[in-house]
């Protein structure tokens, strides 16, 4: 059973940072491609990041613009997501996800069906 469960969301103003963490428990994660999706209210997931199991290869939404990251600490088993220049519209519910399987294409990671586990969310509001 593979448990994955969010921190760090908050209260934050314009232009602030926030980094989330999702500590990943059971199966394999060291091996796992990881990402974060967000769900504002009346909307559909939108995919935020994907990271395969190296580290090396990443994947953003269109709207991150260079303003999120996504790392990895395989030996705390847990996937960070760092949020500088904060703007009202990244308010959310954000979650993190795990597929064991890292070597699909890119793109299948864009979906939510891409991923096989999911943590709780975690709210996060950008007030102006």
């Known amino acids: 059973q593979v448990t994955l469960v969010e921190s760090g969301g908050g209260l934050v103003q314009v232009g602030d940072s926030l980094r989330l963490s999702c500590s990943v428990s059971?199966?394999?994660?060291?091996?796992?491609?990881v990402g974060w999706f967000r769900q504002a209210p009346g909307k559909e997931h939108e995919f935020v990041a994907v990271?395969?199991?190296?580290?090396?290869?990443?994947n953003y939404g269109n709207f991150v613009r260079g303003r999120f990251t996504i790392s990895r600490d395989n030996a705390k088993n847990t996937v960070y997501l760092q949020m500088n220049s904060l703007k009202p519209e990244d308010t959310a519910v954000y979650y993190c996800?795990?597929?064991?399987?890292?070597?699909?294409?890119?793109?299948?990671?864009?979906?939510?069906?891409?991923?096989?586990?999911w943590g709780q969310g975690t709210q996060v509001t950008v007030s102006s």
């Open positions: 059971g199966g394999t994660f060291s091996t796992s491609a």
């Open positions: 996800a795990a597929n064991p399987n890292s070597n699909y294409a890119l793109s299948v990671y864009w979906s939510v069906s891409g991923f096989d586990y």
């Open positions: 990271l395969r199991r190296s580290g090396s290869t990443k």
